[in-house]
């Protein structure tokens, strides 16, 4: 399967390497580019209107990131899913969003309360079939519950949300059970930000992002054993103090 799309990027848009890269990174983590689809360079330097120059160099930044794989004279093809990369990036945002959180709840001022409620009530009436808006706004709590950590924090817990798009898409509209429960799960999270809980927003915290990690990892591949978020999970929610 090779990605060929059929609109291309209007000519008065910028057009150097880091604009292709941001634009097919957004493609791919979003799912708009598949799993395994195949980038071909002459393609895309037609679809951006530019030399194949600014096309390899976008691919190799892609490539740097982890998300294609390309070999020398080989056409780059989007990296597969994996059960394995799906455990360790939630494994990674349980542990270290929760410190985040820890840091950042002391701080929420009235208006990031009542932003967080706010948005809990959209998450509850947006279905998830319309993804986009669905994960705007969830995207959106998720990193207000975390703004008040460090722009160096932020940057790698985005970073690590970003690539989880790709496997969220799976969760999300695999178990409306699921959905609902995580909805739920907001409900409580802002409620424990609210009372200025750090300890009890923390396990809340780290449960939902596990529960949503080790179904998905069910999904995928029953039979794979998630030791390390398993771990991570330990770690948070049986430690007194972060």
């Known amino acids: 399967m090779a990605f060929d799309a059929t609109e291309s990027v209007e000519v008065d848009r910028p057009s150097s390497p880091e604009w292709i890269y941001a634009q097919l990174r957004r493609r791919i983590l979003s799912g708009e580019i598949a799993a395994g689809a195949e980038l071909r ?25 982890g998300l294609i794989d390309s070999e020398v004279n080989q056409r780059a093809r989007v990296r597969s899913l994996s059960t394995e990369e799906a455990e360790h990036l939630y494994a ?40 986009a808006e669905w994960e705007s706004i969830h995207d959106g709590f998720h990193r207000l519950l975390l703004s008040h950590s460090s722009p160096q924090t932020l940057a790698f817990l985005t970073y690590l949300a970003q690539h989880t798009e790709r496997y969220r898409r799976i969760y999300v509209s695999d178990s409306a059970a699921a959905w609902r429960m995580g909805s739920a799960e907001h409900v409580l999270i802002a409620k424990a930000c609210r009372e200025r809980d750090i300890r009890g927003a923390n396990v809340l915290l780290a449960n939902h992002l596990a529960r949503a990690g080790l179904t998905l990892v069910a999904i995928m591949s029953p039979s794979y054993e998630p030791e390390m978020l398993r771990a991570a999970l330990f770690q948070v929610t049986n430690t007194s103090q972060l």
């Open 41 to 65: 360079q002459l393609t895309l330097a037609t679809q951006f209107h530019v030399s194949r120059g600014p096309v390899r160099e976008a691919l190799r930044l892609l490539q740097q990131e």
């Open 92 to 131: 990674l945002r349980v542990v270290n969003e929760a410190v985040a959180l820890s840091v950042s709840v002391p701080r929420m001022t009235e208006d990031d309360l009542d932003s967080l409620e706010r948005l809990v009530e959209e998450l509850a009436d947006t279905h998830p079939r319309d993804f």
